[in-house]
């Protein structure tokens, strides 16, 4: 495909909505400390929110919520779970209850990915990325449910674009996050009459995230491979999937709810196929995957 002539600029969410939208809010994201779910919580922080962002890994979470509060000037502090134990996200939810005294959005972005194809997944493979995916999400529903009743909030969704299609060696994560879809739509539909609404966005292939780099070559940017479509002449960024976020939580979509909404610039909705180079070529593959066919 020839290089796209118009290629989307990225916008500051700051240049389109009042930076005291979300003055007095609480955010709770799980998986806040990299990656998409970090993008995600910077934005709305700097709409005024304060947030408490979950991982299991309490180093990297604690530098991430002091490097959001110094940038954004907004209060974040970091919470210890894993997204698979109930018990310790009932834990995180009361450190940010004593901390704020309320929670009003709540991001469900921890998630686990790896290629492997479905003749060399072990059960415990695929059971892995379910629980964390899948259940991992219904549980922090759970765990978050009275809170978000009690403020009349909103529920984001991470999912993917790989399962609205076949994506070769993506079995367990297009499994995990069929269902991420399904759950929200119910959600939607029995809480809506609590006041709370519920999400999904879908991120295409999201440039400089850790699933990018275990799809992709190191060193090599799917902007520049052509075998791939990009109607709007890149791919994903965080603060895309951050826009969209400000929007989905903001007054401006008290009526949108159970939608799922892919921020790919259309790439699943294209005649090419969207596989990224590591995916199309075999001995890629078979690099990526170390051993474990
Ligand atoms: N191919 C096949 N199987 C794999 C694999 C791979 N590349 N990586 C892990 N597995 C299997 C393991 O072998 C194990 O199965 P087994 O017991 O039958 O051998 C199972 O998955 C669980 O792996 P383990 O490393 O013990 O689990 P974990 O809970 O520590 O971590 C992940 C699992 C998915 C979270 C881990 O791969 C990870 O840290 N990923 C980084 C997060 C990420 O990718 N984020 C981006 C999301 S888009």
Redesign the pocket.
């Known amino acids: 495909m020839a290089p796209s002539p118009y290629v989307a600029p990225v916008a500051s969410s700051t240049a389109v909505f009042r930076d005291d939208i979300f003055k007095g809010k609480v955010l709770f994201c799980t998986g806040g400390g990299s990656?998409i779910g970090k993008g995600m919580t910077e934005t709305v922080m700097r709409h005024g929110a304060s947030a408490v962002i979950i991982g299991r890994n309490l180093e990297r979470l604690t530098a991430a919520s002091q490097e959001l509060s110094q940038k954004t000037g907004e209060v974040c502090i970091p919470a210890q779970a894993d997204v698979r134990k109930p018990e310790s996200l009932r834990d995180a939810v009361k450190k940010a209850i004593e901390r704020f005294g309320r929670i009003d959005f709540v991001i469900c972005g921890a998630?686990?990915?790896?290629?492997?194809p479905i003749s060399?997944?072990?059960e415990?493979?695929f059971r892995?990325?379910i629980e964390?995916d899948t259940i991992g999400t219904y549980n922090t529903v759970k765990a978050t449910l009275p809170h978000i009743r009690a403020s009349k909030g909103s529920y984001i969704h991470i999912s993917a674009t790989l399962h609205y299609q076949g994506t070769p060696y993506q079995a367990h994560v297009s499994s995990a996050k069929a269902a991420v879809d399904a759950l929200s739509r119910v959600i939607a539909m029995e809480e809506g009459p609590h006041g709370v609404r519920s999400n999904v966005l879908a991120p295409g292939y999201t440039m400089g995230t850790?699933?990018l780099s275990?799809l992709y070559p190191k060193g090599k940017n799917p902007n520049d491979d052509e075998k791939m479509a990009r109607p709007l002449g890149r791919y994903t960024e965080i603060q895309d999937v951050a826009n969209a976020t400000v929007f989905l939580f903001s007054d401006a979509a008290l009526y949108i709810t159970g939608q799922i909404i892919p921020i790919d610039g259309s790439v699943v909705g294209s005649s090419l196929v969207p596989y990224p180079q590591a995916v199309l070529d075999p001995a890629s593959v078979q690099k990526m995957?170390k051993g474990?066919l």
Request: charged share 15%.
């Open positions: 990656g998630a686990g990915n790896f290629l492997a060399g997944l072990s415990n493979a892995t990325v964390i850790e699933g275990k995957l474990k």
